[in-house]
């Protein structure tokens, strides 16, 4: 047994130590918002943060999560700055299937956090982990220049 | 003499080729006259106003029950009004990606004059005896509904002013509607559609026929640009999808098939399997042969997903390949340029005199061009892979499923375990990407196979690299050309040998025929063509815009070339080429909307746009293509320059579509947009390559997608205005853009591609 901090709330589940932090919060807990979409970190769909940082829960074991802090998309909102992204990205109309978006404004979230005023190269390089699919590239950046304009 | 199992293999791929088929059918008999508007309005009415209850509530979002607005009154299957004046709409389509579910919710409301801000669209339930077809492919769920919902809303209209003038005691024809508000404006009378729901619901359809529709002009909501319905639980991270679905006691599978297509199961490790941690059981599924259905393979249950996984890794199956595929990619290129060195006796077009053509263009100062083209096989590389949960209780398998097929997953689903379809109820979820991969529901099927043996729910997860080992790829294809154009400049003669694909040796594998319009495009007068299929035992199926989206590549490369030839501009020499006629290339469907006048349209609307015949500085090139595809005219231009290592930076991506009426403009541009980088991705990088009959592209490490870096800078939209019924936008405008990038890049450096991905050639971003 051990206990996950887990969008400001206390978790304790029975998992083996080696299971990835991805399947713990989808098939334990619930949290069904992080992605899987590759299980090797190539993707970005399954991303949330530990302490502030973006991690690739795919690629994480639960034993090594430790005391750290994780956000996931159902927590983001919590947070100004991530509740504010949330709301761009709906009013810009980011998604198409959506299914990399969770992801997308973890990564987000985690630039802003950082850079809140980045230039157009800084967002891009900030956001080149996260693959879509469905092609809302330029959806994406103008998500994050509303988000910079709005705060 | 094929064996059994060959035969399965070539049913399987006869089947899909028949989906396509179904999905590209275009509606000719609507709109729905009174008795076809009853019989699919009415179920609901005469139940008792309410939406059929074994499915309405239960359709609520992947597991949800019985919430929301079961009592509420009903006025048509499409239709709902609650007291407290919200109107709550159907989609009956699965959303994949497309923006489908507001822009179906749109048309109802447009027509129902329903206040936009408090409708609500919810996922219709699957039950195609009410809804008619419910998929989503070839870009047809626009058109085929459009007539459908236009009438359901006007219905509900009408009847919500039929039961004011009723209560009022006024003439109907006094009452106007506007944003879920009837007024009788002469007695100062108004109430809400809330207000009047109940009345209203009670109130005779109208006849049909007498409903009078909205022309372009009076539209509040379509042509304008919506949020998406969904957005705000998508972002917040709600449980919308196939893989999202959680049920109690839910177990999890995973699903082991021979990584070369029709390999068997000859014997498993299963005990060790078994003994694994977290695992609840393990065993042999034997599979009715077919890919499109259900292959041979071992199921793994367990606890949850990663127990599965890892049980996997213990798992050792001896095949018996003996009838599994053995394709090699490597193998099918040298055999394909074998076969290009000779044109086959056998022509399956052939007008005019072609060999006259190009004797001639060679004596009279004519231009004579030869090219090989090709591509590779693509996979469809879905965000979310496949998956399919079901629960097998009491006789009745009820599943949830990610599929663009809903309607015929039931069906197969229903005739794999011998089941009525009425035993067989589909939730449909929201769908990670969609790409034509889920017009098939093999995952549907081996779902339904392993509830069938375990108790209580289980959720069937495919691992990204099963997805990739066992897609229906895009074929590979390989197109040898030889066009002239005349003294003027003009194109005379076509000759194509396409060299392709079969699965049952008779006809080409699905997705890998001639694309059917393409002859359109370019009207020569002499034309020949003939193709020369090799097998395949590789599963092949529909990949956006299948036939399109790799031949036009081929098609507007090579007219390019002959237009340089010809030292013509590329946009005149299109434009006459489209607008040629030639007598045995004339359209006879009526039901085809192929229009060499809004070919042109596009055409000179991208150019105009991109700036065409501008001064560029050096290493800058300007590319244009266009194509019809779907039902929509589009045309792209693409302004980049290739630096010395071959670096390719999109400066400006133009794409001009005519898709008729646009119902949501945000998402048509979304489409627009998305399209244009899904095409570029693919043509730059990707590829699936085949060998001993394993595909070798396992995870996204090996399949690149375009990165935000690597993105146009801009990409500009721009939609032809008309009074034309809408058709879909999934997929026009993708297939335009990788030729619009390779004509760019001759432009800019004098290299012509003829090969995708265009990373053979050195390209990169």
């Known amino acids: 047994m051990m206990t996950l901090r887990i969008n400001g709330q206390s978790h304790t589940v029975d998992a083996p130590a080696d299971m990835p932090l991805l399947w713990v919060l989808r098939d334990i807990i619930g949290l069904t918002g992080s992605k899987y979409g590759c299980g090797v970190g190539a993707c970005g769909a399954c991303t949330v943060h530990l302490d502030g940082q973006a991690a690739h829960a795919c690629r994480v074991t639960v034993g090594s999560v430790g005391k750290r802090a994780i956000t996931t998309i159902e927590g983001i909102g919590q947070t100004p700055l991530g509740a504010r992204l949330q709301k761009v990205w709906v009013e810009t109309k980011v998604a198409q299937c959506g299914y990399c978006q969770a992801g997308q404004i973890m990564s987000a979230a985690v630039l802003l956090a950082r850079t809140p005023q980045p230039g157009e190269a800084e967002i891009d390089a900030a956001m080149a982990d996260n693959l879509c699919r469905c092609g809302t590239h330029m959806r994406l950046r103008e998500a994050i220049k509303n988000a910079i304009q709005s705060a | ?765």
């Not at chain 2, 989906?19 to 005469?46: C, D, H, S, W, Y």
């Open chain 2, 1 to 765: 003499m094929a064996s059994a199992s060959m035969t399965k293999f070539a049913q399987s791929d006869d089947d899909i080729r028949a989906l396509i088929e179904a999905v590209r059918q275009q509606p000719t008999g609507l709109p729905l006259n009174r008795r076809g508007f009853l019989k699919l309005a009415g179920a609901g009415l005469m139940i008792g106003c309410c939406l059929p209850v074994s499915a309405g509530p239960r359709a609520k979002g992947p597991g949800g029950r019985g919430q929301g607005s079961a009592k509420a009154p009903v006025f048509n299957a499409f239709v709902q009004v609650a007291p407290d004046n919200t109107v709550t709409v159907f989609s009956k389509a699965p959303e994949i990606g497309q923006g489908i579910k507001t822009a179906l919710g749109l048309i109802i409301a447009e027509e129902m004059d329903a206040d936009w801000q408090r409708t609500v669209v919810e996922q219709a339930p699957i039950d195609g005896k009410t809804y008619g077809y419910q998929g989503a492919g070839g870009s047809t769920t626009i058109p085929r509904a459009w007539d459908q919902l236009r009438q359901a809303g006007a219905a509900a209209r009408a009847m919500l002013i039929a039961a004011a003038a009723k209560a009022w005691q006024v003439d109907p024809g006094q009452i106007t509607a506007q944003d879920s508000l009837l007024t009788h404006a002469a007695s100062q009378r108004a109430a809400t559609y809330g207000e009047m729901a109940t009345a209203a619901a009670k109130m005779p359809l109208p006849d049909m026929a007498a409903l009078k529709l909205k022309k372009r002009g009076q539209y509040r909501l379509l042509g304008k640009s919506h949020r998406g319905v969904d957005d705000p639980a998508l972002v917040t991270g709600q449980p919308l999808f196939g893989i999202d679905v959680r049920l109690p006691g839910m177990l999890y599978a995973t699903y082991v098939k021979c990584p070369a297509a029709g390999g068997m199961v000859k014997s498993a490790n299963l005990e060790t399997v078994r003994a694994q941690p977290g695992v609840v059981d393990a065993f042999v599924i034997a599979g009715n042969g077919k890919p499109s259905e259900l292959m041979s393979g071992v199921a793994i249950i367990a606890r949850n997903t990663w127990a599965a996984f890892q049980a996997r890794k213990h798992l050792t199956v001896e095949w018996d390949e003996s009838e599994a595929s053995a394709d090699s990619t490597v193998r099918f290129a040298a055999r394909a340029r074998e076969h290009a060195r000779s044109f086959p006796a056998q022509a399956d077009v052939n007008i005019g005199n072609v060999d006259q053509a190009f004797a001639q263009a060679g004596k009279q100062a004519g231009k004579i061009v030869e090219a090989f083209y090709e591509y590779p096989f693509a996979a469809h590389a879905t965000m979310e892979p496949q998956n399919a949960t079901a629960w097998w209780r009491d006789g009745t398998l009820e599943m949830w499923a990610p599929t663009q097929q809903p309607n015929r997953g039931q069906t197969s689903v229903a005739a794999l375990l011998g089941l009525p379809e009425d035993q067989v109820i589909v939730h449909q979820t929201r769908v990670g990407g969609g790409f034509g991969r889920r017009l098939i529901n093999d995952y549907m099927c081996e779902a339904a196979a392993i509830a069938r043996r375990v108790k209580g729910p289980v959720k069937l997860q495919w691992s990204r690299e099963d997805d990739f080992a066992h897609d229906f790829l895009r074929p590979a294809g390989w197109h040898q050309l030889k066009g002239a154009v005349d003294k003027q400049g003009r194109l005379d003669a076509w000759q194509e040998h396409f060299i392709t694909f079969t699965a049952n040796g008779k006809t080409p594998s699905s997705g890998a025929d001639y694309s059917r319009f393409l002859a359109l495009y370019c009207k020569a007068p002499n034309l020949r063509r003939a193709l020369t299929m090799m097998d395949l035992r590789t599963p092949s199926g529909p990949w956006r815009a299948p036939g399109c989206c790799a031949q036009v590549f081929a098609q507007q490369g090579f007219m390019h070339e002959l237009a340089v030839a010809a030292g013509r501009d590329h946009v005149e020499f299109l434009i006459d080429a489209v607008s040629r006629d030639v007598p045995e290339l004339a359209v006879k469907d009526p039901a085809v909307n192929f229009s060499p006048a809004r070919a042109a349209g596009v055409i000179r609307l991208c150019a105009e746009k991109a700036g065409w015949g501008k001064t560029l500085p050096k290493g800058r090139g300007l590319g244009l293509a266009w194509c019809y595809s779907h039902a929509g005219h589009a045309a792209q231009a693409v302004e980049l320059s290739v630096d010395a290592d071959k670096r390719i930076t999109l400066h400006r991506v133009v794409v001009a579509v005519d898709i008729g009426q646009v119902i949501d403009l945000a998402g048509a541009e979304s489409q627009a947009q998305g399209a244009c980088i899904d095409a570029f991705s693919t043509a730059l990088g990707q590829q699936a390559q085949i060998d001993n009959g394993r595909v070798q592209e396992q995870n996204f490490n090996a399949y690149p997608l375009l990165r935000l870096p690597f993105a146009p800078a801009v990409i500009d939209a721009y939609f032809v205005q008309s009074d034309a019924p809408p058709v879909g936008m999934g997929e026009p405008a993708l297939p335009a853009m990788a030729p619009a990038v390779a004509n760019a890049i001759f432009a800019a450096t004098g290299e012509r591609l003829r090969k995708m991905p265009f990373s053979h050639a050195g390209y990169q971003v």
